[in-house]
């Protein structure tokens, strides 16, 4: 049974840092990217990062570039979102997911990934 469970979301000011991690389970990691998502009340669920389990390889959505950063251990089957200079805008529920396929999808959208997490709250005050 695929598990992703999310773990780091919190309360902080704008500015301030905090760091996700996606502990994955029940698949072969390496086989597949992982990707990070965020969804803020009565919005649309977006793209933040998605991350190639096998050679490391990121795509950040812009709205986050030069301020997310997002690595993997394999050894550990995990994935991370270094979030800094964290902004208002940020505020949301961040998800991981296990994408259909092993390279980094740019753009990605909900369709292209088979399971998910049960997020973590991000809020971020001004």
């Known amino acids: 049974e695929v598990q992703l469970v999310e773990s780091g979301g919190g309360f902080v000011q704008a500015g301030g840092s905090l760091r996700l991690s996606c502990a994955a389970s029940?698949?072969?990691?390496?086989?597949?990217?992982i990707g990070w998502f965020r969804q803020a009340p009565g919005k649309e669920r977006e793209g933040v990062s998605c991350i190639s389990s096998y050679d490391g390889s990121v795509y950040y959505a812009d709205s986050v570039k030069g301020r997310f950063t997002s690595a993997n251990d394999n050894a550990k089957n995990t994935v991370y979102l270094q979030m800094n200079s964290l902004k208002p805008e940020d505020t949301a529920v961040y998800y991981c997911?296990?994408?259909?396929?092993?390279?980094?999808?740019?753009?990605?959208?909900?369709?292209?990934?088979?399971?998910w997490g049960q997020g973590t709250q991000v809020t971020v005050s001004s």
């Open positions: 029940g698949f072969t990691f390496d086989d597949h990217a």
């Open positions: 997911a296990v994408s259909y396929y092993s390279g980094i999808i740019s753009l990605p959208s909900s369709a292209d990934f088979a399971s």
